[in-house]
């Protein structure tokens, strides 16, 4: 009897010297592996046990080797996109994920309107929220994960969510941005798309980053920032939402935040490139992991309704636009998805989340993937001549200018006086011959030396596009500071 006890307990500390390697959340069964790439896969067990990896796509057996402290890691070769296919993690006690494809994977981060989910918030709707989560049963292929919310003030190795099949229920609750964005991908390429959720409304973008990273802008790591919440602090979400995740392989990120920033202008360009750089540096992709983010919509922050009432700042918010198009040329390999038309003067969270997937959408399809036949964006402002009580701009734009021979709404115009009035502007052209310049006039300033697009807080029904529908650049011609010295 003494004798068998000792065998069961022998044998029971041999079970548990073996142990169950344990995963991180974002590795499971349901999940999307990056295609074509070295995917990083990793976990714990016992400390010195070796670990073996096995996929149902491949003959090869990897290995992997739990550290001192039982962490471990490996790269994956994957295969183009496919599946489902079963992986095997076995230190001793085999784990076996299932039903997992590959193709291409995308992480969607940023404030509330990143995370407004498809079906709305509280008396905020989605437009075509109905449909969309009524089909989202058809697209197995689309997978979603959402981290959910929490704060740390060191960078954590794990978070909590779980992978699910897009479905009516998970696509409800999902990012509308980030769900439309992976529909229009998985249309486009006919491939699996793997969707990753890490945002929280109402918060800054410092927050978004590690402290090394926000030293770089301020000069100093900061344990707290404007609004005194936890999840304002400086790193405090880049630990808990965005550390934990790498190194799982992506293709890039997609990016919709700002609000929380406003007055900050000056320095948000460079957090926004800072940024950038840190998420890069963390999943050890460099600069040809591509960063689309998307233009802050326009908002009259100046009703007294609002929470958010600054009478004395018109242009506060087309500053803070002015500076996301300013990181366009700090960040390599990024574009900005152009919200100038789909704003809602009393929501600041406007109903069009199908218009900004799809921009978004575009941006990636041709600037990573490849795909031609037309343009990612629509007209950006190139230079300006003043000449005879008009102005004459020029634009940037591979199509022509939309509308021709309707007055364009949104420009402004202003003298050495700097008050700027509502102005007459035209596409110029001759007959058929359509050029990429407008010009605008306006008999209130005879002698104008500025001109503006769209640049205030409420900029009511622009019309200039290009010639597929996509709205130009908010721009202006001047550097005056309307609203005075930019708040830090």
Not at 315 to 339: F, K
Not at 394 to 413: A, C, Q
Request: hydrophobic share 40%; proline share 6%.
């Amino acid at each position: 009897m003494k004798r068998t006890l000792l065998l069961l307990l022998a044998l029971c500390l041999a079970q548990t010297g073996a142990g169950r390697v344990r995963l991180p959340a974002v590795i499971g069964s349901g999940m999307v592996l990056q295609r074509d790439c070295q995917a990083g896969i990793w976990g714990w067990a016992k400390p010195g046990v070796r670990v073996k990896i096995t996929a149902s796509w491949d003959t090869r057996t990897y290995t992997a080797h739990a550290d001192d402290k039982g962490h471990w890691h490996t790269l994956l070769q994957t295969p183009g996109a496919g599946g489902p296919y079963t992986l095997t993690i076995d230190d001793g006690e085999p784990v076996t994920l299932g039903d997992i494809l590959v193709g291409e994977v995308w992480l969607c981060s940023g404030q509330s309107n990143m995370e407004m989910p498809l079906r709305g918030f509280d008396s905020q709707p989605v437009h075509g929220a109905l449909d969309a989560a009524m089909q989202a049963g058809g697209y197995p292929g689309i997978r979603l994960f959402h981290v959910a919310r929490a704060t740390a003030s060191e960078p954590q190795q794990d978070c909590t969510g779980s992978w699910e099949v897009s479905s009516m229920r998970s696509a409800s609750g999902f990012s509308a941005v980030g769900y439309y964005f992976g529909l229009w991908l998985h249309r486009a390429l006919g491939i699996p798309v793997g969707l990753i959720e890490s945002d929280w409304g109402a918060t800054r973008i410092e927050a978004w980053m590690s402290p090394q990273a926000a030293q770089a802008v301020d000069g100093e790591i900061r344990t707290t920032d404007a609004g005194h919440n936890a999840q304002n602090r400086v790193g405090a979400l880049y630990n808990a939402m965005i550390r934990p995740l790498a190194p799982y392989t992506l293709r890039g990120f997609i990016w919709y935040q700002g609000e929380s920033n406003k007055g900050c202008h000056a320095k948000y360009p460079h957090n926004m490139a800072a940024m950038a750089a840190d998420w890069r540096a963390a999943w050890g992709g460099g600069e040809q992991m591509p960063f689309y983010y998307v233009q802050l919509a326009p908002f009259d922050y100046d009703l007294p309704i609002h929470r958010f009432r600054d009478e004395e700042n018109p242009i506060l918010l087309p500053l803070m636009v002015e500076a996301q198009l300013r990181a366009l040329d700090l960040i390599p390999n990024a574009g900005m998805a152009v919200n100038t038309d789909l704003g809602d003067a009393l929501d600041i969270h406007p109903p069009r989340k199908d218009l900004v997937g799809q921009r978004l959408a575009l941006l990636a399809l041709t600037g990573t993937y490849g795909c031609e036949g037309i343009d990612s964006c629509g007209p950006r402002f190139e230079s300006v001549a003043f000449d005879d009580g008009r102005a004459v701009v020029t634009f940037r734009s591979n199509s022509t200018l939309h509308p021709v021979d309707t007055p364009l709404k949104g420009f402004e115009i202003a003298g050495k006086d700097r008050i700027f009035h509502p102005a007459e502007a035209f596409v110029v052209h001759r007959g058929y011959d359509f050029s990429r310049r407008v010009e605008v006039r306006s008999a209130a300033v005879p002698h104008p030396v500025a001109v503006r697009y769209a640049f205030r807080n409420v900029v009511g029904d622009v019309n200039l596009t290009n010639t597929i529908g996509l709205p130009a650049f908010p721009f202006r011609t001047d550097a005056w500071d309307d609203v005075g010295p930019s708040q830090q």
